[in-house]
Each structure stands twice: as C-alpha cells, then as structure tokens.
C-alpha cells in the first residue's frame, strides 16, 4: 500500500534520506530484528520470565523513532517499543530490564532518554503527552523551535476513552502531538475489525480536527517521511497529527500467548504481507545503496549487539529491598518508614 | 475581599496578620499566593477559569494570572489528571480541580495508575508534584455524585497523601503547603465549610495548631493532627465537616459535665499517629466520626491506630459513627446519612457505659 492521506495532508518538502541515512535505517532495524527474536528465546532459555514480541513491527518503530530529535521531543511508549526505543539510542539492558523484571518502568533514564518509563497500561500514556506538549506551549518556546511529544499506541488501546479525551484535548489545545499508532492487526486474540469499525483509526481524527495519515508500516523510509512531516507540522505551531502505520503482529502478543487460539499459519502468511526488513533490503539492493557484505556486517553488529545486551541482562540482580520503600514518595511517609524499617528487621535479621 | 480584624477569637499573636474570611476566600487566597510565588504552577480543570469555578475558589485568577496559568479543560476528568502527569513531567507544578468528589470516579486510572505510580516506576526521576482539589463530602443537598467522602480510597491507594482542612485558617495554610511538596496530595475541601467565616492569620501557621510546634519555620504543624477543642474525658476524632460538628457536640456534652477533647486530623495519609496516641493516652476513650460509609472507612484505621498505642489504658473500644453502607442519599435524606449530634452523642453514651466482662 501507499501512504495515504485521510485529511488535511502534511506535506513533506524535505530532503530524501541519504545513502548513509538508509544503511543506518537498515542496520538498526536489523539490530532490533535480532534483539526482538534473541529476547523470545531468552524467555524460553529462562533467561528472562517474559517478553512482548514487536516482531513484523520494525519499520514502523525504527522509522518514526529515528525522526525523534532528542534535544527537544519526548516520547511515550507502552510495552512494545522495544524498535522505537533502540532507533532512539536508548541504553537497552536498562530497557530490556523491565522484562527481566528487574523494575517495571525499566531501568533508563527517562529525563536523559527523552523516553517515558514503560507503561502496561494501554493507552495510559496517551494523555501524558498531552500534558507534556502543552506543557511546551505554555513555557512558550519559539514557533518552529517547539518540543513534540509522540505517543505509541495500538489499534486495540485506541478503544480506550483516553485516546478520546486525548485527541480531543490536543486538537482544542493545539498541543505538539504526534499521535502514531500501529495498527497491527491484533489486540491479543481480538482482530482489529473487533476494535474499530471501518478498520481505520486514522479516520477517527477528522471528528477531532486533527489531520491525520495512513502510511504502510512496514515501509520504513514512508514511515520516516511521515513521522518527519508530522513534527514538522507540530513544530510549526500547527497543533497535533495522527499517523496510523498499517504493519502485522508477527509474533504472537507476548511470550506467554498462544496465536495457534485464535488465527492459523495460513492467516498468517497470508495476512502479514511482506518482511519488511527482508523488503528494504531488497529496496537497498535494487537501488544499489548496499551490498551484501553490507548486510552481513549488519547482521554480525546486531549480533555483538545482542550478546552484549543478554550479558548486561543476566548481570543485573535484583534491586535492593529497600527501593520498595525508598521510591514511592520523594518524601516518605512515617508509616512506610516503618514499614521498610519492619520488613528490614524481619527479612535481613538486623 | 477580606477586611482586618482586631482579634480573632483563638488567635493571640501577629494580629496584624490576621484576617476574618471565609474557606472560600482563604482558598482562593492561597492559590491566587502560590501562582505570584511559583511560575511553575499552572491550575485547571472544569469552568475554573473565566466562571472561577462552580464554587468560585479560583475566581478572579485567571484575570489576574492570564490564560496560560488558569485555564479551562474539555469537560473530561480523566483528560484532566492524565494532563497533569504530563504537564508534571515537564516540569509543572499542577493544580487541577475536579469538580466535585464523584466526577473523581472517572479519573481513577490516571490517578491511581499513573499520579500516584510515576515516581517509582520511574525510579523518583520523574517526580509528580500534583496537588489535586476535590471539593468534598456531603451536606449541600446537591445531586447524586456530588456529596462523596472518598478519603479511605484514596488513602489505600500507595503513592497519595490525602489532607483535609476543617477551618479557614488551615484550608489556607495547608494548600499552600500541600503545593509546595514534591508528592502527589489529594487535597479534599468540605464544601459544606466554603461559606463559613473564621480567623486567618496569613503570617503564622501555628496559631490554633497546637498538635505539633517546634520547628522553626513552623512547618511541622502543617504536618500532623490539630487538637481543636481541649478535654478530659473522651477523644472525638474527626476531618473536614465533621470537625465543626464534633465541636457542637462537645458544647453539648460539657452540658452534661463531659469533657470532650475534639482532635481534627486533617492529614488522612500519612495519618498523625502520635496525636492520636497523646490525645486518647491523655482521655482514654475515642469516637472516630466520619461521614464515608462504615465498612472499611477510615475509621477503622485510627481505631486499630488507637488500639495499637492505647490498648492498655483504653477504658472501652473506639466507637465509630459514620455514613452508612449505602450509596450517598439524595438531599430529602442527606441529614438521616451523615452523622448528626444525636448520633454523635450515642456514640459518645456506648463509650462511657462500658464495661468489661
């Protein structure tokens, strides 16, 4: 499919991607690839007790993540990021160790990564980069200059209210929101037709006022080229945009999910379309930009990439008991400090 | 606004300082304080900007402030709570109203999933200081949702405090104080209270606020529980409107030569765990009064307070006299629900004719 546009379209006049920019595209969709397949085997090895696979989503993550500009945007994830937070050049052991279950937000730095903390619930961030992009507008930064704030969510989460109230929110306010969902054709075992009715959310913003795109999410140079466009929009003062990336839940919802329920691996063939890595490799070749030794050197990175990833993983411990306690208010209560007083004496016998 | 007193009634010291204005006003005060004080505060929510708020608590504000620090949201509680998260994340300080304690329903994802969660899940990098109005409780006859006691929800709730001012006096100091923390307060204002007058002294925290004293910039007596009528016999323990009607009680039961001590607790998470012990450690016998339905209310958490410090000298076991398991009554039958001064004064009987065996 083609991008389309649903309403008011967002031009793009900026410069195509350069050869380099491609190779780079392409040697972090690898990386995530084989950071993505390595964690489901982690959690079969036992390695990690869970995983949600983005498997299928590598073009729509790494091509929107990769328009992010760190020094003024912030996005808002939910659990299935793992692509958008690598193309964003997150520390991923930190990343990763929300699902070693090490710390359920993760471990990064949301304030350094310009990446909030991993949110289980769906949609429950939506209305957070609401805030923060009026939050932009308030502090009054030049028109052009202005922060974006793009928040993830599915086609399943976009049944929430909250993706409601956000739209409206961001559309009555003029927020800087770049609103990307992936639309996957799954939420668990409910297909997409289940949740949204005529099958596009794109086509909910224009009862918001809100332009909006449908782009091919498994192409990631079309992903790029909106998400850019989108902020661009958003950085010129122009209020909020949705872009809905039409991709495919490859793999099944999470490590603990069982596809075989409730779609057969016919549907599957049939309905995922296209790999989208093995397709811009095919794009790259055919327009000469890399080679195969190109490709092998990114496989062999993505690799070392992920050998380093699992080493940091299985190093990390548990956190200390008393971060329980410690990390709830930044002013404790005396009732807690009791608590954690209590708990430290019975469970550490000092 | 307001006009100067000579002396207040309870109030000794700084007179100068001293106001005579309603909650309303001593609200409004303090907000109108804290946006010339802190840039990063913004308020908003439902109508409070040019209306001032159905209960006109921010009246004047926006005018004053502009638009950018009080402002209307779209009519979504939800929205509103979710946006202060946000707006918290980039550095705000915000201050959003819910309109009335039932309308907080709607918001209870975003306030107990995300407020009260942010920061520990982000490990204290992204602390969240919200300070949330929820014009509380009963007693206005007003319609359904709209006379809800939601304290002991949000009390269990890890990651809230919960605080509710009784008088004028303290409804000014403890939003301001409230305001000025890095944690998340639900701050729950008695709207049956906004109309009626008391002694505001802006300069000193203390005065009437004898539970606590000590510390230098007397912020520690924004912490804890106010004794707010000292007595022998028996310790009424109560927050928000109840306080004014434990005091009625206690005019009563001096009648009938009982010494009540009323103790406002103002602080509902964390709870003021040492004026509790030093008041019923002192008259040996508590009533917790609370208009929240009886079954897991917050009375069930001083009693077992109570019990825990006091259970030695305790004459007879702490009596609660609350709402009851039902939904909050329409008007017609809102006197029949919360606790009046007969049942009060019950509760008050059952704790002196005890006896052990």
């Known amino acids: 499919m083609t991008t389309k546009a649903v309403r008011g379209a967002v031009e793009d006049d900026a410069a195509p991607l350069t050869h380099h920019q491609l190779r780079e595209l392409y040697t972090l969709m690898a990386a995530v690839r084989h950071l993505d397949t390595s964690a489901v085997a982690w959690q079969r090895q036992g390695i990690i007790p869970g995983y949600a696979p983005e498997l299928g989503q590598e073009a729509a993550q790494v091509g929107s993540g990769y328009a992010v500009d760190r020094t003024r945007d912030f996005v808002f994830p939910t659990y299935r990021e793992m692509g958008v937070a690598r193309a964003m050049g997150l520390d991923m052991v930190g990343y990763m160790s929300t699902h070693k279950a090490t710390w359920h937000g993760g471990m990064y730095n949301p304030l350094e990564s310009r990446f909030a903390p991993i949110q289980a619930v769906v949609a429950g961030s939506v209305l957070h980069a609401v805030g923060w992009a009026h939050g932009q507008t308030l502090a009054g930064h030049a028109t052009g200059d202005i922060g974006v704030a793009m928040t993830y969510f599915g086609d399943g989460a976009s049944s929430q209210g909250d993706v409601h109230e956000a739209m409206n929110f961001a559309a009555v306010m003029k927020s800087p929101v770049v609103f990307f969902i992936q639309n996957n054709g799954w939420a668990i075992s409910v297909p997409t037709e289940r949740q949204v009715a005529g099958g596009s959310v794109a086509a909910r913003a224009a009862g918001y006022g809100i332009p909006s795109v449908q782009v091919d999410g498994n192409d990631v140079v079309a992903v790029f080229e909106a998400t850019r466009s989108a902020f661009a929009h958003c950085r010129a003062g122009n209020g909020p945009v949705v872009i809905e990336a039409m991709t495919y839940r490859r793999g099944p919802h999470s490590t603990a999910d069982d596809p075989g329920r409730y779609r057969t691996l016919d549907e599957e063939r049939l309905d995922a379309g296209e790999d989208p890595l093995e397709r811009f490799k095919q794009r790259l070749l055919t327009d000469g930009v890399a080679d195969e030794a190109f490709f092998a050197e990114a496989q062999r990175l993505a690799e070392e990439e992920e050998e380093a990833v699992r080493e940091g993983i299985a190093e990390l411990g548990p956190r200390p008991g008393a971060e329980m306690f410690s990390l709830v208010f930044q002013e404790p209560t005396p009732a807690l400090q009791s608590q954690a007083t209590a708990w430290r004496e019975e469970s550490e016998h000092v | 606004m307001s006009e100067t007193i000579t002396a207040a009634p309870g109030i000794e010291t700084a007179a100068a300082g001293v106001r005579q204005m309603s909650m309303q006003q001593a609200l409004n005060r303090a907000l109108d304080e804290i946006l010339a004080e802190n840039p990063k505060s913004v308020i908003f929510g439902e109508d409070c900007g040019r209306l001032g708020g159905v209960f006109r608590i921010t009246d004047g504000l926006q005018a004053k402030h502009g638009e950018a620090r009080v402002f209307d949201t779209p009519l979504a509680e939800s929205g509103i709570l979710g946006m202060s998260v946000g707006l918290a994340m980039a550095g705000f300080h915000p201050i959003p109203e819910v309109q009335f304690d039932g309308f907080a329903y709607p918001a209870i994802n975003q306030i107990v999933c995300q407020i009260a969660r942010m920061n520990y899940r982000s490990r204290g990098t992204l602390p969240m200081p919200i300070t949330l109005r929820v014009p509380s409780f009963g007693g206005i006859r007003a319609p359904e949702h709209h ?84 007595g022998r016999h028996l310790t009424l323990v109560a927050w928000g409107a109840m306080v004014s009607r434990c005091l009625q009680v206690a005019e009563l039961a001096a009648e009938d030569g009982i010494d009540v001590e009323v103790l406002d607790l103002r602080w509902l998470k964390p709870i003021d765990a040492e004026a509790l012990a030093t008041s019923v450690g002192k008259t040996r016998r508590a009533v917790v009064v609370h208009e929240a339905p009886l079954t897991s209310g917050l009375g069930a958490e001083v009693a077992q307070l109570i019990t825990q410090s006091c259970f030695a000298t305790l004459k007879a076991p702490v009596e609660r006299v609350t709402g009851f398991d039902v939904p909050y009554p329409s008007g017609d039958l809102e006197d029949e629900y919360i606790p009046n001064i007969d049942r009060i004064l019950f509760g008050i009987q059952r704790v002196l004719e005890y006896r052990r065996g």
């Open chain 2, 147 to 230: 006379g809800e006691s939601l304290e002991a929800l949000f009390a269990h709730v890890p990651g809230l405090k919960v605080v509710s001012p009784s008088t004028p006096h303290d409804a000014y100091h403890l939003l301001k104080y409230a305001a000025s923390r890095p944690d998340p307060v639900i701050f729950m204002e008695p709207k049956s209270r906004y109309w009626q007058k008391g002694p505001v002294d802006v300069t000193n925290p203390l005065p009437g606020t004898a539970a606590h004293d000590g510390d230098a910039d007397n912020s520690g007596s924004l912490t804890g529980a106010r004794v707010a009528r000292e």
